[in-house]
């Protein structure tokens, strides 16, 4: 069984940086994509950013582009999101999905591509 646990959430001032972990647990995984989605209050869940193996490619929303960073230790299994200058409407749960399969660039930004998933962590900018 695969297990994806997400670090490093917490309560930062806006114009601040904080940085997400995602450990991958369990059997042989090796993912073939990868992403961070979040989900305010009331709203959907929706893509932040993402990585594909094949092609070694990296994804961002328009709205994490310039400020979001994702990368990866393939040795450690884990996932990071460096997120800087941080607004207080970035406020929302971060969830860590995977796939084990390939994920066609037009379905990368979709959550039901993922077959994965961490338990999310509060992620709070205050203004």
């Known amino acids: 069984q695969v297990q994806l646990v997400e670090f490093g959430g917490g309560l930062v001032q806006a114009g601040e940086s904080l940085k997400l972990s995602c450990a991958a647990s369990?059997?042989?995984?090796?993912?073939?994509?990868m992403g961070w989605f979040r989900q305010a209050p009331g709203k959907e869940r929706e893509f932040v950013a993402g990585f594909r193996r094949k092609g070694n490619i990296k994804y961002y929303a328009d709205h994490a582009k310039g400020r979001f960073t994702i990368s990866r230790d393939d040795a450690e299994n884990t996932l990071y999101l460096q997120m800087n200058s941080l607004k207080a409407e970035d406020t929302a749960i971060y969830y860590c999905?995977?796939?084990?399969?390939?994920?066609?660039?037009?379905?990368?930004?979709?959550?039901?591509?993922?077959?994965?998933w961490g338990q999310g962590a509060q992620v709070t900018v205050s203004s």
């Open positions: 369990g059997r042989a995984f090796r993912p073939e994509a």
């Open positions: 999905a995977g796939s084990g399969r390939y994920i066609i660039t037009s379905q990368t930004t979709n959550p039901r591509s993922y077959d994965y």
